[in-house]
């Protein structure tokens, strides 16, 4: 079955950028999203079709797409950022999601 | 705006079947998919399956055998059920909208979420 890959945590320092990968077979000929989650809330969709952003997203959230890899990258990151980010794509009509990555502002 | 909030029993025995409940206020159910995702305590985000309004639905294969989602379009509502529980269908649940646009389906919509604890 397809599976999304994404490491567990990232650590990054306010200012700095973030950058989050989700590794799955051949993902770069799917389209890839990317939901936030803050504690206690419900997940947000941040990027669409691999680089889009939804109105009201901050333009230093950025999406990429390629080979067996989507990346989101958080530029400038601000203490707000915080969150679990998950990644999604479709399989044959399946919705899979990644296994989560913890981002901490140290 | 368009708020969805599910509904039903926090606390399900095992064996028996979780019903859950989304209703869409400030829109309607037509023309979208809608669907069901959860969420096991400090774990990671399932999807069960969507259903779209006229009633066609796909679901995740390997809880295919056990779930069910259902639309009533007159009351603006689609539902859960989900067979045979046991403990690891603990999990809090969401209902969310998928919206389909240029060609990809994105969950751009979402319920607060539900806890379901499974237990006797």
């Known amino acids: 079955s397809f599976e999304l890959t994404q490491p567990p945590s990232v650590s990054v320092s306010p200012g700095q950028t973030a950058s989050i990968t989700c590794s799955g077979d051949?993902?770069?000929?799917?389209?890839a999203s990317w939901y936030q989650q803050k504690p206690g809330q419900s997940p947000a969709l941040v990027i669409y079709q691999n680089n889009k952003r939804p109105s009201g997203i901050p333009e230093r959230f950025s999406g990429s797409n390629s080979g067996n890899t989507a990346t989101l990258t958080i530029s400038g990151t601000q203490a707000m950022d915080e969150a679990d980010y998950y990644c999604q794509a479709w399989d044959t009509s399946t919705g899979v999601f990644g296994t989560g990555t913890k981002v901490t502002v140290l | 705006q368009v708020q969805l909030q599910e509904s039903g029993p926090g606390l399900v025995k095992p064996s028996e079947t979780l019903s859950l409940t989304c209703t869409v206020s400030g829109g309607s159910v037509r023309s979208y998919y809608w669907s069901w995702i959860r969420q096991p305590p400090g774990k990671g985000l399932e999807w069960i399956g969507y259903?779209?309004?006229?009633?066609?639905?796909n679901y995740n294969p390997s809880l295919k055998s056990r779930v069910t989602i259902s639309v009533d379009t007159s009351k603006d509502q689609f539902s859960l059920r989900l067979s045979s529980v046991t403990a690891t269908d603990t999990a809090v649940y969401y209902c969310?909208?998928?919206?389909?646009?240029?060609?990809?389906?994105?969950?751009?919509?979402w319920g607060q979420g539900t806890l379901v604890t499974v237990s006797s």
């Open positions: 259903i779209y309004y006229t009633g066609s639905t």
């Open positions: 051949r993902l770069g000929d799917k389209l």
């Open positions: 969310a909208r998928l919206y389909h646009g240029s060609g990809s389906y994105n969950f751009d919509l």
